[in-house]
């Protein structure tokens, strides 16, 4: 059975930095994709980050490239979001998914081809 589990998210106060982690388990095999996303209240989910697994491969998309930047520990099947120079409207909760390949549509990340999602984690950008 896929597992996804992310954690790390939390208060940060403007400027500050972040890693959340996603911990994956399951797959049988090195083939598989793992995206990061978020949803802000009142806003639809947004595709931030995807990495291949297999070949470390990854796309960011351009709302936050520059600042956040995916990273994967294969050892561990974990994968890291490092969100530095966080701004208020970077409240938001953050979930990481897992599934067969990454998908990027105009740039983001797209969350066709993620099976699996975890709970999310909450990340709140304020003074």
């Known amino acids: 059975q896929l597992q996804v589990a992310e954690s790390g998210g939390g208060l940060v106060q403007p400027g500050g930095s972040l890693r959340l982690s996603c911990v994956v388990s399951?797959?049988?095999?090195?083939?598989?994709?793992i995206g990061w996303f978020r949803q802000a209240p009142g806003k639809e989910r947004e595709g931030l980050s995807c990495?291949?697994?297999?070949?470390?491969?990854?796309s960011t998309a351009d709302s936050v490239k520059g600042r956040f930047t995916v990273s994967l520990d294969k050892a561990k099947s974990t994968a890291y979001l490092q969100m530095n120079s966080l701004k208020p409207e970077d409240t938001a909760v953050y979930y990481c998914?897992?599934?067969?390949?990454?998908?990027?549509?105009?740039?983001?990340?797209?969350?066709?081809?993620?099976?699996?999602w975890g709970k999310g984690t909450l990340v709140t950008v304020s003074s």
């Open positions: 998914a897992a599934g067969g390949f990454c998908t990027v549509v105009d740039g983001s990340p797209h969350d066709y081809g993620m099976d699996s």
């Open positions: 399951g797959f049988t095999s090195d083939d598989y994709a």
């Open positions: 990495i291949s697994v297999s070949s470390g491969g990854a």
